[in-house]
């Protein structure tokens, strides 16, 4: 057998001449100390104890250099040579194989890398629930992904982690994508991945699942605009602060946590207002919100709760002023009407914008302003000041008293005084 080996002595060369001198037996069965050339930089280093491991030898910038391949009693040849080939891929690259191996034992996992970054940007989040949301929906839905050395991530990883979700969840999926990839955008920025994102959509996912359109618009479930006067009747039966919150989140075509998070602080009953401030806002802007008869009435029910704290809540929950209803409290109630699964709060929104396009000729962008969405380009948005509130205070009140079943007439006087 020790005529099949042959000792390096082009020890200086970053390649030998021939590859693949070795015999596949060489690594286990030599006894003779010394450093065996399979070609290709690639080395068996037996020592004088007996132990034998591959080394990689190369010249960078003028010096020669050695990298461990790891033991030939675990590596086997095969693998050896497949290592030293991605040495010899890098260096043809310009690449410093050794210190590119040093750099990887510094790569850390996904979710290590995840829970830094939404440290390092936590700044960035409207409020702690935001942050909240970004973190558990990678831990919930990416659970796979977090032991993964982030430059061993692949599509494929990608695809299990969305799979289980895409049809089911469409819109959590669409985000936890979302989130995998900016994770995997911030890893390359710090260097630790190199290439193409595994989780973009563009040009690449988009080719291997099924678009979201062809699977479910994702809207919330709502009740149609005729019913509401009705569910309204219904709701004002029903004991108990959830009633009273949610009936003051349909009548102001608000998003339920922004009813839940409002304090005494953000109402100016005087003017009518409720000044809802930006960091609470899904679009991040102040947003007026006009208060009508019946809302006001809801808040002079709900008013002494709160004494003369300020920051006390609109509607707390069961354990003092400044705790809020918990996330569930709407479905619940709505759980006790037998509307679970089949209205959400949310929907009450869609109510009012369909009840306010079919029935009225308020304007369409007042009818999205109360809404808060925003309205007209960046450059239209960039010149308006106003937010048209005495034209939405029109608009809510008419709502208002239509969710009474009193709208027929108030709403031909909105119309003839256009």
């Not at 010899?88 to 590119?100: Q, S, T």
């Not at 929906?137 to 299990?160: C, G, K, N, Y």
């Not at 819109?171 to 994770?183: K, Q």
Request: net charge positive; charged share 30%.
């Amino acid at each position: 057998m020790a005529s099949t080996l042959r000792v390096g002595t082009e020890v200086g060369t970053d390649l030998a001449r021939q590859l693949h001198r070795l015999a596949p037996r060489a690594a286990t069965t030599t006894a003779t100390a010394g450093r065996f050339a399979d070609g290709g930089g690639l080395y068996l280093v037996v020592a004088t104890s007996g132990s034998r491991k591959w080394v990689f030898r190369f010249r960078w910038k003028g010096r020669l250099s050695d990298m461990g391949l790891g033991s030939a009693s675990v590596v086997p040849l095969s693998r050896a040579r497949e290592r030293a080939a991605e040495a010899r891929l890098k260096l043809a690259e310009g690449i410093n194989p050794l210190a590119a191996k040093r750099a990887a034992r510094s790569i850390p996992t996904f979710g290590q890398f995840a829970d830094d970054l939404v440290e390092s940007v936590k700044s960035q989040w409207r409020n702690e629930k935001h942050q909240k949301q970004f973190q558990s929906t990678l831990e919930r839905h990416a659970a796979d992904l977090r032991p993964l050395r982030l430059d061993d991530i692949e599509t494929a990883h990608v695809l299990d982690a969305l799979k289980p979700i895409w049809a089911s969840n469409p819109e959590t999926a669409s985000r936890v994508r979302g989130r995998i990839e900016r994770v995997l955008d911030a890893a390359k920025a710090k260097g630790y991945r190199s290439g193409e994102n595994p989780a973009r959509w563009k040009g690449h996912l988009d080719q291997l699942l099924p678009k979201r359109a062809q699977l479910t618009r994702g809207h919330h479930a709502a009740l149609p605009f005729p019913d509401v006067p009705e569910f309204i009747q219904d709701l004002r039966s029903r004991p108990g602060m959830s009633a009273l919150a949610l009936e003051f989140t349909i009548l102001t075509a608000a998003r339920s946590g922004e009813v839940r998070g409002a304090t005494w602080r953000e109402i100016d009953l005087e003017k009518g207002v409720w000044t809802v401030p930006a960091d609470r806002m899904k679009a991040g802007r102040e947003h007026r919100v006009p208060i009508s008869k019946r809302a006001a009435e809801i808040l002079g029910q709900v008013a002494l709760l709160a004494g003369d704290d300020a920051e006390a809540l609109l509607f707390p929950g069961p354990k003092g002023a400044r705790t809020s209803l918990s996330d569930a409290a709407f479905s619940a109630l709505l759980k006790r009407m037998g509307k679970d699964g089949v209205l959400t709060p949310h929907g009450f929104r869609s109510s009012f914008r369909d009840w306010a396009g079919e029935t009225t000729n308020f304007p369409r962008d007042v009818a999205e302003m109360c809404l808060a969405h925003a309205v007209g380009d960046m450059t239209e948005r960039a010149y308006r000041r106003g937010d048209a509130l005495s034209k939405r205070r029109e608009l809510i009140d008419a709502w208002s008293l239509y969710c009474e079943g009193g709208a027929s007439k108030l709403v031909d006087d909105a119309e003839a005084d256009q």
